[in-house]
């Protein structure tokens, strides 16, 4: 898939790599999420949508997609439209779950969130990106849950 230059957002899809993938979206840098992984992610999103409901926002999108990648939650906010990032861990052997979000990809959300306003026609209003690091250890009584507002 060819992209012009002038197009702010990148093409490469992460997790998408392996047989039948080609050009951009096969160099992506995330390793390929296995069945647990699709799980866990799942779970944390739905533990995340949960979180944030009990707390006054509103789904509005859960996993919306276009050809430049994928937002986890979409949700308002009183007059704020807000994309979630959702990481979700089993443990933090590999560091907190938000600390895999990085100032690169805090960026391309807030592009994915403009791509999905124009798309949807959602305008007007406040646009923000937040996130949920969710810790789910094996035995514990409940998840570890961390919410970030406003980090892009």
């Not at 002038?6 to 995330?30: L, Q, V, W, Y």
């Not at 969130?113 to 969710?134: F, H, K």
């Amino acid at each position: 898939m060819h992209t012009p230059a002038h197009d702010p957002i990148p093409t490469a899809t992460p997790g998408r790599t392996g047989a039948g993938h080609t050009g951009p979206e096969a160099a992506s840098t995330e390793p390929a999420r296995t069945g647990h992984n699709l799980r866990l992610g799942a779970t944390g999103e739905s533990i995340a949508a949960e979180y944030l409901v009990a707390r006054g926002f509103v789904p509005v999108a859960h996993n919306w997609r276009c050809r430049y990648g994928e937002l986890d939650l979409v949700m308002r906010d009183g007059g704020a439209y807000v994309a979630v990032e959702v990481k979700t861990r089993s443990g933090t052997g590999y560091g907190s779950p938000l600390e895999a979000i990085t100032a690169r990809k805090a960026a391309r959300l807030r592009r994915l969130l403009l791509e999905w306003s124009a798309q949807t026609g959602n305008r007007g209003g406040e646009l923000r990106v937040d996130a949920v690091g969710i810790t789910l250890r094996p035995g514990a009584e409940s998840p570890s849950i961390t919410y970030l507002r406003a980090i892009a």
